[in-house]
């Protein structure tokens, strides 16, 4: 059974599944995903054993209360309301000290009523996304909810850099790596899901990574956008292939629409 992502997310892989689903093995070992997101391909293919893990341990924690508490992550959704004012207050909170389910709520709720579904931390890790413009949003999708906490009963989830995230992968594993993608220009930059961001001293060291798996014997998918810096760092040792992918969260409405992305495997 699948089921479909409790969070919006930039970059998020709903509308490239059935590529994804093509370069994954049938008799996979152990399924990890280092940069989880929304998780479109773990609740697509609800892996039986499956390590999810992420730097930002706000959404970590977010996973875990719907995991744990989801009867808790629900009751308290239902109690917020889709008004500006109690927005604003709610984003102001010192989330971090309260618990799972709690953080989960205050999460989903942002994601849900902040502009365009982005999630974005300034230096000092402050959610700085003002209120969307929706008329009814959908703060509390009990259903889907539900769906996900079932699928994530028996997942780890661990708050750690990529390279700490794979570190146990094994022959006959899979790793999907799903990195904030290399800006295509100046200004479209989308790597502030943490205070730390993701640079080109990063997206080398992931290569270095998908090649050390690869020596393994891991079998690792890799996606990213087509910049020049993709291209080079990919091109030896990687079959890169060009998808058409549709991208409705941007921070910019002239960014959102078709482009090119890159699946490497």
């Known amino acids: 059974m699948?089921?479909?992502?409790?969070?919006?997310w930039a970059g998020?892989?709903?509308?490239?599944?059935?590529?994804?689903?093509?370069?994954?093995p049938s008799n996979q070992g152990r399924y990890f995903e280092p940069f989880v997101?929304?998780?479109?391909l773990f609740f697509a293919r609800r892996p039986k054993r499956a390590i999810l893990a992420d730097i930002n341990q706000r959404l970590i924690r977010t996973y875990t209360g719907v995991r744990d508490s989801v009867d808790d992550v629900i009751g308290l959704l239902r109690s917020y309301p889709h008004d500006a004012d109690f927005f604003y207050r709610f984003r102001g909170r010192n989330i971090d000290a309260a618990p799972n389910a709690e953080l989960?709520?205050?999460?989903?709720?942002?994601?849900?009523?902040?502009?365009?579904?982005?999630?974005?931390?300034?230096?000092?890790?402050?959610?700085?996304?003002?209120?969307?413009?929706?008329?009814?949003?959908?703060?509390?999708?009990?259903?889907?909810?539900?769906?996900?906490?079932?699928a994530l009963a028996d997942t780890e989830l661990v708050h750690a850099d990529f390279t700490v995230a794979v570190a146990g992968?094994?022959?006959?594993?899979?790793?999907y790596f799903d990195p904030p993608y290399v800006p295509l220009s100046a200004t479209?930059?989308?790597?502030?899901?943490?205070?730390?961001?993701?640079?080109?001293?990063?997206?080398?060291?992931?290569?270095?990574?998908?090649?050390?798996?690869?020596?393994r014997g891991v079998v690792v998918v890799v996606s990213n956008s087509c910049a020049p810096l993709v291209r080079d760092?990919?091109?030896?040792?990687?079959?890169?292939?060009?998808?058409?992918?549709?991208r409705s969260v941007n921070s910019k409405a002239t960014a959102r629409g078709a482009i090119v992305e890159l699946l490497i495997t």
């Open 2 to 8: 699948t089921c479909r992502p409790f969070l919006k």
């Open 12 to 24: 998020g892989k709903r509308q490239i599944l059935p590529a994804l689903l093509e370069r994954m």
């Open 37 to 40: 997101g929304g998780g479109a």
């Open 104 to 150: 989960a709520a205050w999460f989903i709720y942002l994601n849900k009523t902040g502009y365009n579904g982005l999630y974005r931390v300034n230096r000092d890790n402050r959610y700085n996304v003002p209120f969307g413009r929706y008329a009814n949003p959908a703060i509390c999708d009990e259903p889907t909810l539900r769906a996900c906490s079932a």
């Open 169 to 175: 992968a094994e022959r006959g594993d899979f790793v």
């Open 188 to 215: 479209s930059s989308f790597t502030s899901y943490t205070s730390h961001g993701f640079g080109s001293a990063e997206q080398t060291r992931l290569r270095d990574t998908a090649q050390e798996l690869k020596r």
């Open 233 to 246: 760092l990919y091109a030896e040792g990687f079959r890169v292939s060009e998808i058409a992918a549709t």
